[in-house]
């Protein structure tokens, strides 16, 4: 490495509480999606630290977005540092929002708890952990580069989770995207990976109708729990197994995600439980059942065929029950793939290289993240995911970042950040 390079390096080492203490800062902001809770507080307290750094901030809310109300607003940050002459800008993306706990946790949730190098907490890994890199790879890079040419810019987006439409999609379509060069998006894909896109996905909800009657007389009645359940026994017969038998020649991770997917996401018959009423329910016929489904497809794969196939399943298990039913598209992304030899993707994979020793994998993720909206809406190709974090983790209970992880992923952004803008040539 040359000097500044070694000291950029070292500018990050030196921040290792800082990134700790952001870390644990950013979690016990208990952001949950859905409802999507506390966004404009977890974006005030980014907003915060980039001022401090000579960032002008912005908030942007989502407004119109599915989900966005008085209530429960939809707000997204975008911070911007113009440097000292004429350059790229460089962008680094992060979602601030999270999935519910969930059970079988043996840390508080939202406690951060810092135990032999690793933080714990929903969101440390997916992706409060890689915010937190993202930043401090930006505050030592402006140690070390306080005259850098270009722009740097920083967004803490909502949503991601449940599709990224009041944020990173909302904020391309005002074109804030439109002056932006480079983006990473420090997604939990590993230290020693560049993720180049992911697999696409159909959100569908399928809805059985029946006939209504009393519970005691269920032979007057026509139960539309009964046809969803065939519509299942259907999908195991025939549909899962075809799906699993379904390969990719591609880069897809973890091995599994190589295959075509189908997810169960909800399945909802009879009347509806309320939150504010613990009486027994009325004896009734259910009349609709609800099921929403979660369909990842390859790169292969055309998106009219998943329609189809799905369709024919449900048709096939109708043929052999009799009864009527509605499919309803939720959102629908085609697959994303940057090439390798995009420019953000290559100089992170000389930079994981001059960190950590060994080229990095690149790799394709099995689930969509906000790369699709950048590459679709906004028209920017340089776009990859790197960041801290292991897959693995994500969404589950006691999930966590390695701290030294966080570092090591903090000074490979640093190093692409000073290529990216030229900086070391100035």
């Known amino acids: 490495m040359t000097d500044r390079r070694q000291r950029l390096a ?3 080492r030196d921040r290792r509480d800082e990134v700790v203490a952001l870390t644990r800062a950013l979690i016990r902001v208990p952001t949950v999606n859905p409802p999507g809770e506390n966004y404009r507080a977890i974006c005030a307290l980014v907003a915060d630290r980039l001022a401090a750094s000579g960032f002008a901030c912005a908030f942007v809310r989502g407004e119109g977005a599915p989900g966005d109300s008085d209530r429960f607003p939809r707000w997204n940050l975008v911070a911007r540092r113009e440097g000292g002459r ?8 992060g979602h601030v929002d999270v999935v519910e706990p969930g059970l079988g946790w043996t840390h508080d949730p939202f406690g951060a708890a810092l135990v032999d190098g690793r933080i714990y907490g929903r969101g440390a890994c997916d992706m409060k952990g890689g915010i937190a890199a993202a930043i401090v790879a930006v505050e030592a890079f402006l140690a070390v580069h306080p005259d850098h040419p270009g722009a740097i810019e920083v967004s803490a987006t909502a949503d991601e989770e449940t599709g990224g ?3 990173v999609a909302h904020l391309a379509s005002e074109g804030r995207f439109a002056h932006v060069d480079h ?3 420090p997604e939990p894909l ?3 990976r560049i993720c180049l896109g992911h697999r696409g996905v159909w959100w569908a909800e399928l809805e059985t109708f029946g006939r209504i009657a009393h519970g005691s007389m269920p032979f007057l009645g026509d139960c539309a729990v009964r046809h969803m359940a065939a519509v299942l026994a259907e999908m195991e017969r025939s549909l899962w197994p075809a799906l699993a038998a379904r390969r990719t020649t591609g880069m897809a991770v973890p091995p599994g995600a190589r295959a075509s997917t189908l997810n169960v996401n909800a399945v909802h018959g009879g009347q509806a439980e309320r939150a504010d009423f613990d009486g027994w329910p ?3 016929v259910p009349d609709r059942c609800r099921m929403v489904i979660d369909r990842r497809f390859l790169m292969e794969e055309a998106l009219d065929a998943v329609k189809a196939e799905f ?3 449900v048709e096939r298990a ?3 029950r009799g009864f009527r039913y509605a499919i309803r598209d939720l959102f629908e992304v085609e697959p994303v793939m940057t090439e390798r030899s995009a420019p953000v993707a290559a100089v992170l994979a000389r930079a994981v290289e001059a960190v950590l020793g060994r080229p990095p994998e690149f790799v394709v993720s099995p689930g969509t993240y906000d790369q699709k909206h950048i590459d679709r809406i906004g028209r920017l190709k340089s776009c990859v995911a790197y960041g801290p974090g292991i897959l693995d983790l994500a969404h589950q209970p006691d999930e966590y970042v390695g701290v030294d992880d966080m570092l090591d992923a903090a000074t490979v952004m640093g190093l692409a950040m000073a290529d990216l803008l030229g900086a070391d040539r100035s």
Not at 86 to 93: I, L, R, T
């Open 10 to 12: 070292a500018a990050v």
């Open 86 to 93: 004429p350059g790229p800008c460089v962008h680094f993306n």
């Open 165 to 167: 439409y009041g944020g």
């Open 183 to 185: 983006v990473i998006i």
């Open 190 to 192: 590993n230290k020693d």
């Open 282 to 284: 009325s004896p009734v």
């Open 311 to 313: 369709r024919a399943t």
């Open 318 to 320: 109708r043929e052999a």
